[in-house]
């Protein structure tokens, strides 16, 4: 699990840790030491972490004039024992959502196991995210299943085309006009 890194390739258009608004904001990466690990099994250090010991973020990218933003997740998303939506919305979503980002690109190909709990923070997401959306991008079909099954998936884009969303072939802008475009059909059905 160490080999594993968020992409890095928007680097040069966007960084959490250069940005002054961001929850990651003058954080310092190493290369070379590695202090973060899920379970017993270490991680790449350029993840980062935002209180959940299961589950870790890195802000690929942020814009505040269109309200988006696109975050890569690693790990296992566990409401069950870690109340992981709880930590992702109080120390990473209440951040952004004051400074306008109510659109949210989940991309969660590296989300290994889903736990679910209750429904009331993703409910709370949505209602703050006024006319925003969650979308769910290339999530494991075990992953969604299970959200299926405790019936959060109506907070969510998912599905269908997200999950088979060539992103990395896309700049920022354009993965944003795509996953819009597929929202916007989904909401037009």
């Known amino acids: 699990m160490h080999t594993v890194e968020p992409y890095y390739h928007w680097r040069n258009l966007y960084t959490a840790e250069t940005d002054e608004a961001s929850p990651f904001y003058g954080r310092e990466y190493s290369e070379f030491f590695f202090e973060n690990k899920i379970y017993n099994y270490l991680i790449h250090p350029q993840w980062d972490f935002f209180g959940s010991n299961t589950l870790f973020l890195k802000i690929l990218y942020v814009d505040y004039e269109k309200g988006f933003t696109i975050i890569e997740l690693f790990g296992e998303w566990n409401d069950a024992i870690e109340n992981d939506i709880m930590t992702l919305k ?45 979308a769910l991008v290339n999530f494991h079909d075990h992953v969604t299943r299970e959200m299926e099954e405790i019936g959060i998936d109506s907070y969510f884009i998912m599905k269908g085309e997200m999950d088979y969303l060539d992103w990395r072939t896309y700049l920022p802008y354009q993965l944003f006009k795509k996953v819009s475009e597929i929202v916007q059909d989904r909401f037009n059905f």
């Open 90 to 134: 109080r120390n990473i979503i209440e951040e952004m959502i004051p400074l306008g980002i109510n659109k949210f690109i989940l991309i969660g190909e590296n989300v290994l196991n889903f736990h679910g709990a209750d429904d009331c923070y993703y409910e709370e997401w949505i209602d703050e995210s006024e006319d925003g959306w969650v």
